[in-house]
């Protein structure tokens, strides 16, 4: 039968969207299902601030009346601005291993981004470095964690038929929690909190006591992470909106935070155990006995997660990460955890990645970021693409 895209206009649509990966993955040990209460939430251009300065299709392929593929096309317009890019994004690709499938639903993306103005695709992003970004080229038989993909391995082979290539590849370290802190690295921490006169950690043990710490947190963020590939700024309404979706699920005890003389936030890290097989066995949903299942994995869980972690331009190099890391280092032999896992670094970032190595880190999955490059429409191809693009336009 012909594979026929049309867009998600309806609820029915969204639903058809959100679900779809559960079935392709029916038998896929290592998937994990997404919160959909999250999902809902952040494929809604009513509810994800990011819609405002985001163009953004998202399609469904069919065979006949099956639901057979997925896909996300994402323009951050704020990001191309900032970094003077034409750049447009795909994420959310899931199909089964069907070449037909993928093609068709790259293939729309790519005529959308070209009538966009585009000139090359990346992917797979959407909105910023915050969302689940690229595809698994190594590991794949690695335990995967939130914010994720967890992808097969044909559609990598797939993309890379398709014409795309390395854009960037992220990397993920295994560290064994060392059964106590290496006395160098104690030694460094200890000269750390000397040498900077005023700086003091902050340990929480509530969640509530963190909060007025959310916003200081992320504005260091976007002072800090202006290199990293894909990041945008937070909004003070995306600051409070991430923090709410991840908030309940956090444990205080593995976020860790240095201010300065004035308590200023200067440097943090955010940490939680590993909550995945908590979400598996509640199948996604919160409600109604999720939630402790979630929270009771991550009290069983052997694993911590870095999540995020920053310092700030003008006291980096001081050993601020010595002090935030012993603190991380012994909370977390106190919890019972045995391993961490360091989320997706940067090939590129030589400085995390000495510090993860040092700890005895070895990499253990990588993801990989694809690009192509667009060609240029004629008049006569741009009218032809500008009817396929018809056809997936709610309406």
Not at 237 to 261: G, S
Request: hydrophobic share 40%.
């Amino acid at each position: 039968m012909d594979i026929l895209v049309k867009p998600v206009c309806t609820r029915k649509d969204m639903k058809e969207f959100i679900h779809l990966p559960a079935k392709i993955h029916r038998d896929h040990s290592n998937w994990i299902p997404p919160l959909y209460s999250d999902d809902w939430s952040f494929f809604s251009s009513k509810k994800n601030k990011s819609f405002e300065y985001s163009d953004v299709i998202m399609l469904l392929a069919r065979r006949g009346n099956e639901v057979v593929g997925r896909i996300m096309g994402v323009i951050n317009r704020k990001y191309n601005e900032q970094h003077r890019e034409k750049h447009a994004r795909f994420n959310y690709l899931e199909t089964w291993d069907d070449r037909e499938v993928i093609e068709v639903l790259i293939r729309h993306v790519e005529s959308w981004a070209r009538i966009k103005g585009m000139v090359k695709v990346v992917g797979p992003m959407a909105f910023s470095d915050k969302d689940p970004q690229g595809y698994l080229i190594s590991g794949f038989d690695e335990p995967i964690s939130i914010a994720t993909h967890c992808n097969f391995e044909y559609l990598v082979k797939h993309l890379d038929a398709l014409g795309y290539t390395k854009d960037i590849d992220l990397v993920v370290y295994k560290i064994k929690i060392p059964d106590s802190t290496p006395a160098l690295y104690l030694k460094v921490a200890e000269r750390a909190m000397r040498n900077n006169a005023g700086v003091k950690l902050l340990e929480f043990t509530r969640r509530k006591d963190m909060k007025p710490w959310i916003r200081p947190i992320f504005s260091l963020i976007n002072e800090t992470f202006t290199e990293i590939y894909g990041f945008m700024p937070f909004t003070p309404e995306e600051m409070d909106d991430f923090a709410n979706r991840y908030l309940l699920l956090m444990d205080a005890r593995y976020i860790k935070a240095v201010v300065n003389e004035r308590n200023e936030a200067i440097g943090f890290v955010i940490a939680m155990p590993d909550i995945s097989k908590g979400i598996k066995k509640s199948k996604g949903y919160i409600l109604p006995f999720g939630i402790i299942r979630i929270l009771l994995a991550g009290k069983r869980s052997k694993q911590l997660n870095l999540l995020l972690g920053a310092i700030h331009p003008d006291y980096q190099n001081r050993g601020l990460d010595s002090i935030m890391g012993s603190a991380l280092l012994e909370s977390a032999r106190k919890g019972g955890l045995k391993y961490i896992d360091s989320h997706l670094e940067m090939e590129s970032n030589s400085k995390v990645r000495a510090e993860m190595e040092y700890m005895g880190g070895e990499v253990y999955k990588t993801y990989r970021i694809f690009g192509k490059s667009l060609q240029k429409l004629s008049k006569k191809s741009a009218a032809e693409q500008t009817l396929e693009l018809s056809e997936v336009i709610c309406g």
